[in-house]
């Protein structure tokens, strides 16, 4: 079945440092979202990419979806403490679904 | 607009007992899903329902079951809990190919 997978697992920075987390997908997409889990919270939708090499920015954050529409990535610029949570990237399977990754977790220290 | 609400939020099981989760969106979207997260893993989807009356098994669906006789709410059944079934449990509902809306999440833990 489509596997979608996310690297790192686990990244710590110190705030003001830049972050990137990639995420690849066994299958093409015809979209891919993200999202953000806080600790202790639910995840909470950030963006959806549509097009192949698709860039979109929202404030810091900036979305890259391949060319191939199989991988996609989020760079933080200046991490923050309010950056700090889990980052979900998922694409539709063949039904009404969503595959998620595994997440990657960032923590900072100010 | 309270979103999609769950309840209970808390809960503590002893093995085999049952137990329902309750799911209530008030967005009159047509798809809902039942995830669970535990750590490492992601959110592994046990069940979903695409409307009113259907319902279908997802990755994770051996233990559990799922009713969606009303479209705002998506009910999640433990029949007979196992400590394997601890978990934070998260619904979801979407309208067409948009973003997913989570409820809070209600965390399970099974003795």
């Known amino acids: 079945g489509q596997q979608v997978m996310q690297i790192p697992q686990y990244q710590h920075v110190q705030e003001g440092e830049d972050f990137t987390t990639y995420c690849n997908s066994s299958?093409?997409?015809?979209?891919i979202q993200w999202y953000k889990q806080r600790p202790g919270g639910h995840p909470v939708f950030l963006i959806q990419?549509?097009?192949?090499?698709e860039v979109k920015k929202q404030k810091r954050l900036t979305f890259q979806f391949g060319e191939a529409k199989k991988n996609s990535s989020l760079h933080i610029t200046a991490t923050q403490t309010t950056d700090v949570g889990t980052y979900f990237c998922?694409?539709?399977?063949?039904?009404?679904?969503?595959?998620f990754g595994p997440g990657t977790r960032l923590s900072a220290l100010p | 607009n309270a979103g999609v609400t769950q309840t209970p939020k808390f809960r503590v099981l002893k093995t085999g007992q049952s137990m329902t989760l309750l799911c209530a969106q008030d967005?009159?979207?047509?798809?809902m899903y039942w995830y669970r997260q535990d750590p490492g893993m992601g959110l592994r989807l046990i069940h979903y329902s695409v409307g009113e009356g259907t319902t279908a098994k997802g990755e994770v669906p051996d233990g559990y079951n799922v009713s969606r006789l009303k479209k705002q709410n998506f009910l999640l059944g433990l029949e007979s809990a196992a400590p394997s079934q601890t978990s934070v449990y998260f619904c979801?509902?979407?309208?067409?190919?948009?973003?997913?809306?989570f409820g809070e999440g209600s965390r399970l833990t099974v003795l």
């Open positions: 967005m009159n979207h047509e798809y």
């Open positions: 979801a509902s979407r309208v067409g190919s948009g973003e997913l809306f």
């Open positions: 998922a694409g539709p399977d063949y039904g009404q679904n969503f595959v």
């Open positions: 299958t093409t997409l015809s979209n």
């Open positions: 990419l549509v097009k192949s090499g």
